[in-house]
Structures are given as C-alpha cells and as structure tokens.
C-alpha cells in the first residue's frame, strides 16, 4: 500500500536555528509532492508543491523543498527559521494514476523558542 | 476569492446520535474532498466527488457515514449512528479538477466529539 513517512514528529528549535523536516514515501510512479502548514488555530495551507522539472522548488515564507527521485524523498528546509514558523507541518502525496488521491504523512509539531 | 466553507466548527454528541457536516467549496472547484483527522495522525481520505458524482469512496465506512453532492456545489457529510472512535476533525477539502492534479484547498475543519 502506498505510503508517506514523516520521521520526526516533535522537532524543537531557537530562532535563527536551521530547519530540515523529513519525508519519505513508498509507490514507484510519477508523483505530485506537497508540503502543506497548519498554524495553530488555523486550516491547511499549503506552503509549497512539486509537479514536475527543477526539482528544487521555492514555497512561501522562505521555505524550500527538494525532490530526490532516488531517494523517494521530498524533504522541507528553512536557513533560519523564526518564531512565527511554529506549526505542524504535513507531507502529501499524490500518486499521478487513478483518483489522483492525497496521501498525507503523520505530520510533525514545530516550536520555534523566541 | 473565498475559501472553502464548513459549519459547524464544533459539535459534541453522545455515541449512537446522528450529525451532519456541511460544506461549501471554492467557486467553480469540481472536485470536492472530505477528510478524517485523528489527533496525532494525517488527514485521511473519506470521499472524493467530482461534481456530483462519486470519484473514490473506498475508506468510508458506508455503514453508518453517508456524503452527497446533489447539485455539484455544496455537500453533506452524515455520521449515523455515530461511535468513540468517531472523534475527529472532519475536513471539506476542493480543487478544480482532480484529473489535472491540481493542488487540493481546505476549509477550516469541524471538530467532532462523541462522548
């Protein structure tokens, strides 16, 4: 069954600090890869997409993302990130065959400390 | 442009009542998507509706959830009768059209209790 991996589910860090937040998933075929963010007391936004081409793909908010065929990894960055970036973020995948569905990863919990 | 619409935002019920969810989606999305969220874990696709037709049903438990999409516009979402493990927020979810793979845009949630 296909599947999304998101390894670290609480990641605590400093302002300023380096963000890298894991995503893995399992199917053999052509993909559409989101990232999406849920601020608290907010819904599902998305931050950013990969359908296809450069596989290094520039979202809102400074964010980044980098697709690795290879690898089946699509994992999120941030050279710096800041308090305001706390959030749960979810990875999603979208398998380009049938209903096109969202498969979504557990997410994971970022505090950001000011 | 407005967002996906959904009410209640919150309901609680006792177990083995009955509850509706109601959602709008984004002006001219054909593709229309109903989510469960367990704390703790990803959405989950429940139905998927392309106008007013059923795209993918496969993880709805048909026996006590129901969706409609009569007019291709708004939908129903109905739990009955509802149990514990009910417990969720119910995401309303639209797109333009899923076959181009278009980026899916979601509501704000309803958040059920069953206690």
């Known amino acids: 069954a296909q599947s999304v991996s998101q390894h670290n589910h609480h990641v605590i860090l400093s302002e300023a600090a380096s963000l890298e937040l894991g995503c893995n998933y399992s199917y053999g075929g052509t993909v559409n890869l989101f990232w999406y963010v849920q601020y608290p007391g907010q819904h599902l936004q998305l931050l950013l997409k990969y359908f296809s081409g450069d596989p290094l793909v520039k979202g809102i908010k400074g964010f980044e993302a980098e697709f690795i065929k290879s690898k089946f990894s699509f994992n999120l960055r941030k050279p710096s990130v800041q308090w305001s970036d706390t959030a749960e973020y979810f990875c999603a995948v979208s398998p380009l065959s049938g209903t096109y569905k969202y498969i979504f990863g557990t997410g994971t919990r970022l505090k950001v400390l000011a | 442009e407005a967002g996906v619409a959904q009410s209640p935002r919150y309901k609680i019920i006792e177990k083995r009542q009955s509850v509706a969810f109601w959602c709008n989606p984004i002006?001219?999305?054909?593709?229309l998507y109903w989510y469960q969220q367990i704390l703790g874990q990803g959405p989950k696709l429940l139905i998927q509706?392309?106008?007013?037709?059923?795209?993918?049903d496969s993880q709805l438990p048909k026996d006590r959830f129901s969706a409609e999409r009569l007019k291709g516009v708004d939908s129903t979402l109905k739990i009955q009768p509802a149990k514990l493990e009910d417990s969720a927020v119910y995401l309303c979810?639209?797109?333009?059209?899923?076959?181009?793979?278009?980026?899916?845009?979601f509501g704000p949630g309803t958040r059920l209790t069953v206690l």
């Open positions: 509706f392309q106008n007013n037709g059923v795209v993918d």
């Open positions: 002006s001219g999305h054909a593709t």
């Open positions: 979810a639209s797109s333009l059209d899923f076959l181009s793979g278009d980026t899916q845009y």
